[in-house]
């Protein structure tokens, strides 16, 4: 019976999975998003189903890293956790610099294998993947916010093509990582178009406790601002749906090995506050269009996806 026990205990532990997480977070600066906060929020939350090796900042949202450490830790504070915190590149010139994020990556993927989640630029991990190509094999899946099909891309609310800017931040991120043949898994901003983070939700998190309730409070600039633009009641937490993909697994239509490449085509996408180029390189997977690289693809998101969140935050109050 021991034995049994022992082996039990043993498959248990190595099918317990390793995760790094690598953001922008630009919560608590003005009129930036809040969605990195939610992202971590869930994966600490939910830190007893797997084990959380380390987080990393990167430039996007903001290339103040200090503040975004400070913000990071103010969130873990709130919520009783220590992880490690390394900060990354500023910018993307650094994507030849080895900083804390990459060497604290390094350590950790040296100690086995690794689930790495980013929902800002890749420069960190392109980075690491550059420097230490030995250590490719010990990432078991890289899962990044990023991608769209060449074929038929949707558009939210049949309108509005919104902007790819983790893949616009760095294409030499991409690019590195392309040639990486690491496994990676895209999950695209269209495949979120039907899951606004409504005021219906924000009132129903706020009963849970008063994490949430100061979560909410602090969200409400960034909801009012996509009132604004693209005129929605409610704002899509893009990033959160890179961690819940960790957690909820079994809402994401994804598909294996789709061609992957990089694709100068004519800009379709929008932006109330930049204006784009006519044409620039995109991120596409496609099933016909033929490539050198391959990726998973996560094409759509369960519509009872947030409700499922909501479900389980309740549990973890």
């Given at each position: 019976?021991?034995?049994?026990?022992?082996?039990?205990?043993?498959?248990?532990?190595?099918?317990?999975?390793?995760?790094?997480?690598?953001?922008?977070?630009?919560?608590?600066?003005?009129?930036?998003?809040?969605?990195?906060?939610?992202?971590?929020?869930?994966?600490?939350?939910?830190?007893?189903?797997?084990?959380?090796?380390?987080?990393?900042?990167?430039?996007?949202?903001?290339?103040?890293?200090?503040?975004?450490?400070?913000?990071?830790?103010?969130?873990?504070?709130?919520?009783?956790?220590?992880?490690?915190?390394?900060?990354?590149?500023?910018?993307?010139?650094?994507?030849?610099?080895?900083?804390?994020?990459?060497?604290?990556?390094?350590?950790?993927?040296?100690?086995?294998?690794?689930?790495?989640?980013?929902?800002?630029?890749?420069?960190n991990i392109a980075t690491l993947v550059h420097f230490y190509p030995h250590l490719i094999?010990?990432?078991?899946?890289?899962?990044?916010?990023?991608?769209?099909?060449?074929?038929?891309?949707?558009?939210?609310?049949?309108?509005?093509?919104?902007?790819?800017?983790?893949?616009?931040?760095?294409?030499?991120?991409?690019?590195?990582?392309?040639?990486?043949?690491?496994?990676?898994?895209?999950?695209?901003?269209?495949?979120?178009?039907?899951?606004?983070?409504?005021?219906?939700?924000?009132?129903?998190?706020?009963?849970?406790?008063?994490?949430?309730?100061?979560?909410?409070?602090?969200?409400?600039?960034?909801?009012?601002?996509?009132?604004?633009?693209?005129?929605?009641?409610?704002?899509?937490?893009?990033?959160?749906?890179?961690?819940?993909?960790?957690?909820?697994?079994?809402?994401?239509?994804?598909?294996?090995?789709?061609?992957?490449?990089?694709?100068?085509?004519?800009?379709?996408?929008?932006?109330?506050?930049?204006?784009?180029?006519?044409?620039?390189?995109?991120?596409?997977?496609?099933?016909?269009?033929?490539?050198?690289?391959?990726?998973?693809?996560?094409s759509s998101i369960d519509s009872n996806h947030i409700l499922n969140i909501l479900k389980?935050?309740?549990?973890?109050r």
């Amino acid at each position: 019976m021991f034995k049994v026990l022992l082996i039990v205990c043993t498959f248990n532990l190595l099918a317990f999975d390793r995760v790094w997480f690598d953001y922008d977070l630009g919560f608590g600066k003005f009129a930036h998003d809040v969605d990195d906060a939610y992202a971590l929020t869930h994966l600490l939350l939910n830190h007893k189903n797997y084990e959380i090796v380390g987080l990393s900042l990167v430039h996007g949202n903001t290339t103040d890293l200090d503040f975004q450490k400070k913000q990071t830790q103010l969130i873990l504070n709130k919520l009783k956790m220590k992880i490690s915190v390394f900060k990354g590149a500023s910018s993307k010139e650094e994507i030849t610099k080895i900083t804390p994020a990459v060497l604290g990556l390094k350590n950790a993927l040296e100690k086995g294998k690794l689930k790495v989640f980013s929902s800002g630029r890749l420069t960190n991990i392109a980075t690491l993947v550059h420097f230490y190509p030995h250590l490719i094999k010990n990432i078991s899946e890289l899962v990044f916010l990023g991608g769209r099909r060449l074929e038929g891309v949707s558009k939210f609310k049949g309108k509005i093509n919104f902007p790819d800017t983790n893949v616009d931040g760095d294409l030499a991120a991409i690019i590195t990582i392309l040639k990486s043949k690491v496994n990676l898994t895209l999950i695209p901003v269209e495949s979120m178009h039907d899951l606004l983070w409504n005021s219906r939700v924000m009132d129903e998190t706020s009963q849970i406790n008063s994490y949430f309730k100061w979560l909410n409070k602090k969200s409400k600039l960034w909801k009012f601002l996509w009132n604004l633009w693209p005129r929605v009641d409610g704002f899509i937490p893009w990033d959160l749906f890179v961690i819940t993909y960790e957690t909820h697994k079994e809402d994401f239509f994804c598909e294996k090995n789709l061609y992957v490449d990089l694709k100068y085509l004519t800009n379709t996408s929008s932006h109330p506050l930049r204006a784009d180029p006519e044409k620039k390189f995109f991120l596409t997977v496609s099933k016909k269009n033929q490539s050198l690289y391959k990726a998973n693809y996560c094409s759509s998101i369960d519509s009872n996806h947030i409700l499922n969140i909501l479900k389980n935050w309740e549990k973890l109050r």
